[in-house]
């Protein structure tokens, strides 16, 4: 990775200016930087330009020979940690039972005995009919665990159900459910709350190896960097998480700027990230995150109206409304900013009830920015109070994947307004985009921009205003817009170079080159942190 000088010059770049500080169709194609930092942006050969028209200077230059210069993209909602965890193990998204049976059967052969197995991403349409049977065919001594899709279930077999002492006499777990048969026996699948003490057993392991838990982090956020992220909401949750991310930044090798949360019903974790280390520029300290309900693919969000395909449920809700006033009140005491979970349109409602109750008594709760994440789905009458209650919708586009499934969970009239970022933008809304990766099957903020633009019916966007979800939006979503997010002198220099300018579907309905953009180089704080052609990015 080559290394720019700590003041220089991009020249000849194509640089959509997405700041309301100027108008709509402003461009630029220079920017002077100086300490990681943006001096001045404009055009080369005006009166205050530090570059003529023929890319003379007294600094070094950049070439950028035409490429689209725009904010790096914030993904609002991430788990950097399992994003590195998974990049090395087997995706089962997209396959059918047949598939999944061979892929893990291949895996039993090259693993030692006895150690456990594990793989990512299956999910109900392509694999309807999960059970512990299935994997037991293939080993009854291995542990073995298949993590659904979202992160909010999983598929293990007899050995794994041994080690985790379920039997047909456990009871479900308050905030989860441990699926049956007829006779009782549980299935193997495990939902919500049953599953968290395989997670919990993974990320103990990580963290118990410094140097493992630095390497998983590393190896997501220059994930992160291939696809022109600079900054992240993550779900960091442990302290081991965020004294690796303060020692990965002491040596220089943090590609991306990070905002760290910890998790609400983990009280002892939750004291650990309170006083972890953290700076104000690169590892922040970032909100509390709790769990308002589940997801749509689990049938556990939710919902004030039952599910279409499962009449007798309605999803469920982790906290009773005594319960969420409580943890808001005292959120809002603290002049700590939530990260509230919240898929389904009663959690949605939920969470609004007890704002609104709250806002009565205290202002300070509508100035918090308290987060709504994922909203998939808002009843209509909701969508107003976000803007007046002061609450940030944090949404995930990259859902928008398999508009059938929906369709199935919530009928045709439900589906068609799930995901309401049209509905919301025009309601005044604060919204910021995001990825949750790796709980979706992509993460890359072009993915998602495309998917809340091309999506069919009345809730989709224009270009410009998804790029700026993902940019500017996600740094209000975390309150730092005064300094990153836009492009713009006196902001960071984090910025992400395209083969293509997406924004010309706007002014011209060309979807070419929204269809055709990649990702060319992504710059941090002055520095590149990923080129596509290593060493391109070099001012001269």
Known sequence: MSRAPREYVIYEAHIPLLDPRYSADTV???????DGAIRWVGRAGTADAPVDRDGRSRLPVHDARGATVLPGFIDNHVHTLITGDQASQPHLYGMAEAEIVRTVRELDRQL?????????GWDYPFWPEPHRRVLDAITIDRPIVLYQFSGHGACVNSAMLRVLDITRRTPDPHDGHIERDSDGEPTGILREGASRPIHVRRLREIHRNRQLAEELLLRGLETFA????????DNTWYAGSAFALMRLRKAGRLPCRISCWSLGRSPREALGMRFARYDRRFVRRGPVKHFLDGAFSTRT????????????NSGARMFDDPALLGVLRRLTFRGRQGAFHAIGDRAVRQFLDAAEQLSQRSSRVTRLRHRLEHCQLVSPPDIERFARLGVHAAAQPHAIATPEKDERLLGRTRAARAYPYRSLLDAGAALSFGSDSPAEATFAP????????LRPGAERITVREAIECYTAGSARAEG???????????MAAD?????????????????TALRSAAVTATVVNGQPVYEQTPGSFHPV
Do not use: C, M, N, Q
């Open 112 to 120: 030692t005995p006895g150690v456990p197995l594990s793989a990512y």
């Open 226 to 233: 291939r696809h022109g992220i600079t900054g992240v909401g």
């Open 480 to 490: 730092t817009e005064a300094w990153k997010g836009s492009i713009g002198a006196g």
């Open 28 to 34: 630029a194609d220079s920017l002077h930087i100086v």
């Open 446 to 453: 072009l993915e998602g921009i495309r998917r809340a633009v």
């Open 301 to 312: 969000a939710a919902l004030l109206e039952p599910y279409d395909d499962d009449p007798e």
């Open 495 to 511: 910025f992400v170079f395209l083969s293509h300018d997406p924004t010309e579907l706007d002014r011209s309905g060309d979807e």
